[in-house]
């Protein structure tokens, strides 16, 4: 054999295993491998030794499943912003079972975590054995696991990560337009939020039609819609958004970006925010092919990436493919009210719906015309001795009249609230309005 040092860079990070980090340098030693170590993140790391050392080229471990793989082929250059290099990636298709294979087989030492039940290491925070290996039994105190490559079923390769709340996000959540979400009232309330994935939204050559289909129907179920957005078709701006709504909400609707076109980033945008791998499912790939036959290409249907591990499918005898649910985050695949009225149905009539029937909102709306500033202050302080009930004011028009609204659970305090505004006032100022 040729002696041929390979030049090789590792990232130490604080919160890394000491097993990690032991096993990285007994492998150096192992293999004669010119190691060195940066302590800063990934981007200026790179940026820095690049420029000290140019290279035109870095073998990496990605796999088809990673977030960060989408798009991505053998040989990819580096992404725009970053230094420029070629990616190598060597085991692009493999699946965790090849990996593990390949070890086994060739007798290459591993990390000894993967002996405990570890079977995808993050950091020493939000990384844990791998529950589906645990074989602890009722006569035993201690928890023991097998080896991570007796784990079956390679999807579930990161189950032992557990991304950590911050305690911003488990502070109880409280909206500023009425309705107190705390105490008392938290138990009648379940939040969700709508995020549409959409560049033509954007550039207003689409209308979004769908998120106000679906604030509709949430209402009509007794759910509060806490937020929705409109995201640009970007892996990272989508999992941004559901990364803050997912610990925020008890529900996410996802819709738009799903396929199989360079834009259908939604699905890995999802991943990147539980931060777990895409993974080929056999059974939405099943689901799949009945529906499109065989036409994909390579060894496997690209549209039967999901995320690993998280994924539950909804399955009705209506659908022809399932509904996708990444623990709280539905994905929707439809594209026109038509669709999704379809869709919503069939999530409903689930046996194992995550949408409860919550009681449902009684609203009352008043009509004035009566001036902003007449009413501000009243109803300023009306939404302070009503604070179970939403009251909020819109216009038509400015020439037109100040529709109030009130929206609550309890019929009595609605209906209390919309006739101490219309005592503060003169006989006749407001008359019930329907919105509908």
Known sequence: MLKCPIRTIYFECPCAFPEINSFTYETAAAYDLQLEIMRSDFKSGL???????PIKAIFLGTRIGDPN?????????????????????????????????????????????????????????????????STAD?????????????????????????????????????LSNGMDNTGAHRSSFLTASIIAVGDEILFGTAED?????????????????AHIAVVQNDVDSVAEE??????????????????????????????????VCLAPDEEFEESLRHLIGDHCTGDHNELALLPEGITE???????????????????????????????????????????????PFISKHLSTMLSDIETA????KLRMDFPDIYIGCHRKSRAGPLIISFVGKNKIRVELAAEKL????HAGAFCEFSCD
């Not at 940026?47 to 050392?53: M, V």
């Not at 996802?254 to 834009?263: A, T």
């Open 422 to 425: 219309s005592r503060r006032f």
């Open 313 to 359: 499918l909804l399955h009705h005898e209506t659908l022809p493919v399932p509904l996708i649910k990444c623990r709280n985050v539905i994905i929707f695949a439809a594209t026109n009210i038509c669709e999704l009225e379809t869709q919503w149905e069939c999530l409903l009539e689930l046996s194992n719906t995550p949408l409860v029937q919550m009681a």
């Open 47 to 53: 940026e820095s030794l690049l420029k000290e050392k």
């Open 209 to 225: 039609q769908i998120g106000a289909t679906l604030c509709q129907k949430l209402y009509a179920t007794g759910w509060q819609v």
């Open 242 to 275: 559901v990364e803050q709504r997912k610990s925020r909400d008890d529900i996410v609707f996802l819709f738009g970006g799903l396929g199989p076109l360079h834009s259908d980033v939604s699905v890995a945008g999802v991943a990147k925010a539980f931060g």
């Open 69 to 133: 793989a989408v798009g991505q082929e053998q040989f990819s250059p580096s992404s725009t912003g970053w230094p420029p290099f070629m990616r190598v990636n060597p085991i692009l298709d493999w699946s965790y079972r090849d990996v593990w294979a390949f070890i086994l087989t060739c007798k290459v030492k591993y990390c000894s975590l993967y002996d405990q039940g570890y079977t995808s290491i993050g950091s020493i925070y939000d990384t844990v054995p791998n529950a589906l290996l």
């Open 138 to 174: 009722s006569s035993s105190t201690k928890e023991n696991f097998k080896p991570a490559y007796m784990l079956s079923d390679g999807r579930l390769e990161r189950a032992g990560r557990a991304k950590k709340i911050s305690s911003k996000c488990e502070s109880t959540h409280v």
């Open 377 to 380: 202050q009243v109803i300023s």
